[in-house]
Each structure stands twice: as structure tokens, then as C-alpha cells.
């Protein structure tokens, strides 16, 4: 019984996705159908990527990361989710909270520092093209993106132990559909207008000043790419800068107003629809972006499903082969047996 009411006592409560909206069924499961194809579209990038030999080169080591960040950013909020709807327990545990909130602030500050190296990426190589072997070398990228994973960790974990102490006071109902810093301080009855302040300096650091570094590189890269001669090599940078571009607008645009905003009063319904476009939605578009303006990965898409169909076809020729080889057995047999 002390079990049950310590449970109870600690437990939070997820009010989940527009709780308000009559079809709400109808939703939840749009957001599932939308997770399964951002879930797929991901997992078949990094196989095509690290499948494909052609495919090993920084840019498409620091896409797969992208696509691995974006399958369990999606992985840590709506699994949680539509289980809290079907079943109708709209609780969270104390460490369940923590353990979502950590998880999802360090993908996300992953992701951030993953795009700028992106963006840098492709500054190397459309600026300064004689020095890209060089500069962005395996050994340097790897050390990069393992950069990236910690400094999301670091930050990540300052950012959900600081806060998950606040003391609550009143009610324990999260206005949201998962555990989320800006949501979790609203519910505390202590002044934490000194750790808002840090939360804008943090936002500043990890999303600002990134976003700015990917705005002045594209700016050099745009510049390089119009004085460029030939109209074939400008047209493919082009492509694969717009396809980063689309990326980067649909993953800051919505973070920087929830986090740069964080003091304002803008609604839950404004967080929980911001929070859809940039945690479910993005990730799901961002394959299809990749793909469809990228022509490598469509070429290694077509080389795995050619390998398929001369896999297939290599199994009924050895199934025939094998009927076959039965079949003259039996000739022989029967041969052996009438003399």
C-alpha cells in the first residue's frame, strides 16, 4: 500500500495530444502512421548508406546519423504515447519523466550540433574542394560526430536533473504529450525565472549560434555556386544544399520559438502542434528529402533492389536446376533398374 502511494505521489500525469479534439482517435492514429514511415524511411537510409560503398564519405556518415537520431527521437515520444491513449494510463513515473526528458533533450542538442557539421561539410567541399580530403578526413568526422554525442549528453543531462528537482506544489498534470523541460518548470511552485535565463543562454548556444554558422556558410556556398561555369555541377550543388536547407528551416524554426520563447505565454496547443511538425513530422519528411533530391542514395536504392531481383532470380534458377538434376536421377534410376 506504501508502494501504491509513494507510486501515486510521484507519478506525473500526461494530459496527451490535444485532449480537447472530438476525433481524437483519428489523430493518434495518423501520429502512429506517420511514426511507422519515419521509422522505416530512416532505418532504410542508414542501411542503403552503410550498404553501399560509394555512400561512405563524410556527408553521408553525418546523413545517417541524422536518420539515426531522428528514428529514436520519434522512438522516445510516440511509442509512450499511443500507449498511454489505447490503454487509458495517462501516467509517467518520476524516472520514466526523467529518463524521456533526457533522451529527447540530448537528441535533440545532437541533432543541432549534427546539422551545423552538415552545413560544414558541404562549405568544405563546394569552397575549399582541394582541401576536403584533408580537412574532412574519416578520422576527423568520427571524432566530430562523437563530439556531437557527447556534448548532447553533457548538456542534456545538466538539463533534466536541474530541473526534475524543482519542488511541485500543486497539480502533477503535464499539459502535454510527453516529459519536456519548458513544460515540467510550469508546474513547479518555486521561482525559476534564473533557470529560465539559463535555458534562453543554452538555446542561444545550441541553437542560435549553430543556426547562424549554417546561415553563413549556405551564404559562402551560394556565392561559390553562382560564379561556377558549369551549369550541371551547379544544379547538383544546388540540390543537395537545398535538400540541408529544408532540413535545417523544419528542425530551428520550431525549437528556436519554443525554447527562445520560453518565458512568453504561448499556449500548450501552440507547444504540442510545434512539437508534432518538429519531433514527428520532420523526422519522417526528412528521408524523403534526402532521397528524392539526392541521386547517389537513389542509385544505391536501385542497386540493393537490382541485387534482390538477381538474388531471386539466382534462387528459381538453382531451384530448377536442382528439379532438374532430380529428374535425371530418377531417369537413371529407372534406367539402372530396367537392365
Known amino acids: 500500500m506504501v508502494g501504491g502511494n509513494k507510486s501515486s505521489i510521484t507519478d506525473f500525469i500526461l494530459v496527451g495530444l490535444?485532449?480537447?479534439f472530438q476525433h481524437s482517435i483519428v489523430l493518434n492514429f495518423m501520429i502512429i502512421f506517420v511514426y511507422i514511415l519515419a521509422f522505416l524511411g530512416n532505418i532504410l537510409l542508414i542501411v542503403l548508406?552503410?550498404?553501399?560503398?560509394?555512400?561512405?564519405?563524410?556527408?553521408y556518415i553525418l546523413l545517417s546519423q541524422l536518420s539515426l537520431i531522428d528514428l529514436t527521437l520519434t522512438s522516445t515520444i510516440v511509442p509512450k504515447m499511443a500507449s498511454n491513449y489505447f490503454t487509458g494510463k495517462r501516467t509517467i513515473s518520476w524516472i520514466g519523466c526523467g529518463t524521456q526528458s533526457f533522451f529527447f533533450l540530448m537528441l535533440g542538442m545532437s541533432e543541432c550540433l549534427i546539422l551545423t557539421l552538415m552545413a560544414y561539410?558541404?562549405?568544405?567541399?563546394?569552397c575549399i574542394p582541394l582541401r576536403y580530403p584533408i580537412i574532412m578526413s574519416?578520422?576527423?568526422?568520427?571524432?566530430?560526430?562523437l563530439g556531437c554525442w557527447i556534448g548532447g549528453s553533457i548538456s542534456s543531462f545538466i538539463h533534466t536533473v536541474y530541473p526534475m528537482h524543482f519542488p511541485i506544489c500543486g497539480s502533477r498534470e503535464i499539459h502535454h504529450f510527453f516529459c519536456e523541460v519548458p513544460v515540467l518548470i510550469k508546474l513547479s511552485c518555486e521561482d525559476t525565472s534564473v533557470y529560465q535565463l539559463v535555458v534562453v543562454v543554452t538555446s542561444i548556444v545550441l541553437l542560435v549560434v549553430p543556426f547562424s554558422l549554417i546561415t553563413v556558410s549556405y551564404t559562402l556556398i551560394f556565392l561559390t555556386v553562382f560564379r561556377m561555369n558549369s551549369v550541371k555541377g551547379r544544379k547538383k550543388t544546388l540540390a543537395t544544399c537545398s535538400s540541408h536547407l529544408t532540413v535545417v528551416s523544419l528542425?530551428?524554426?520550431?525549437?528556436?520559438?519554443?525554447?527562445?520563447?520560453?518565458t512568453s505565454s504561448h499556449s500548450a496547443e501552440q507547444d504540442q502542434a510545434l512539437s508534432v511538425?518538429?519531433?514527428?513530422?520532420?523526422?519522417?519528411?526528412?528521408?524523403?528529402?534526402?532521397?528524392?533530391?539526392?541521386?547517389?542514395?537513389?542509385?544505391?536504392?536501385?542497386?540493393?533492389?537490382?541485387?534482390?531481383?538477381?538474388?531471386g532470380k539466382c534462387g528459381a534458377l538453382s531451384g530448377q536446376e536442382k528439379d532438374l538434376g532430380l529428374g535425371l536421377r530418377g531417369i537413371l534410376s529407372l534406367t539402372v533398374g530396367l537392365s
Request: proline share 8%; glycine share 2%.
Open 18 to 20: 490535444f485532449p480537447e
Open 49 to 59: 548508406i552503410w550498404g553501399d560503398s560509394r555512400l561512405h564519405t563524410p556527408m
Open 121 to 126: 561539410d558541404r562549405y568544405v567541399a563546394v
Open 138 to 145: 574519416p578520422r576527423f568526422c568520427m571524432h566530430m560526430v
Open 251 to 262: 528542425f530551428f524554426g520550431p525549437n528556436i520559438f519554443i525554447y527562445m520563447t520560453f
Open 277 to 311: 511538425f518538429s519531433n514527428i513530422l520532420t523526422p519522417m519528411l526528412n528521408p524523403i528529402i534526402y532521397s528524392l533530391r539526392n541521386k547517389e542514395v537513389v542509385a544505391a536504392l536501385r542497386k540493393q533492389r537490382e541485387e534482390k531481383e538477381q538474388l
